[in-house]
Nanobody
């Protein structure tokens, strides 16, 4: 049974940083590309970043490029999203994703 469990969300002031984690189980983590998505209040879920199975290739949405970093530790079956220079518009529930599998999400709130 595939399981994705996000953690690391919280409240932070604009300009602050957070690192999200996604603990994966139930599949061979290192065989799959992984993605982060987010859903902002009143908006549809949107793609944020993707990383290849081996971790060498990453791609970002324009809205987060240069501020967010996706990375992974395959030995620990864990996906990460380092978020720097956070803005109020980054406030959202963040989800990790593999194919059609989703975690429960973790809330990030950016507010002064």
């Amino acid at each position: 049974q595939v399981r994705l469990v996000e953690s690391g969300g919280g409240s932070v002031r604009p300009g602050g940083s957070l690192t999200l984690s996604c603990a994966a189980s139930g599949f061979t983590f290192g065989d799959y590309g992984m993605r982060w998505y987010r859903q902002r209040p009143g908006k549809e879920r949107e793609w944020v970043a993707v990383i290849s199975a081996g971790g060498r290739t990453t791609t970002y949405a324009d809205s987060v490029k240069g501020r967010f970093t996706i990375f992974r530790q395959n030995a620990k079956n864990t996906l990460f999203l380092q978020m720097n220079s956070l803005k109020p518009e980054d406030t959202a529930v963040y989800y990790c994703n593999r194919l059609t599998d989703w975690g429960q999400g973790t809330q990030v709130t950016v507010s002064s």
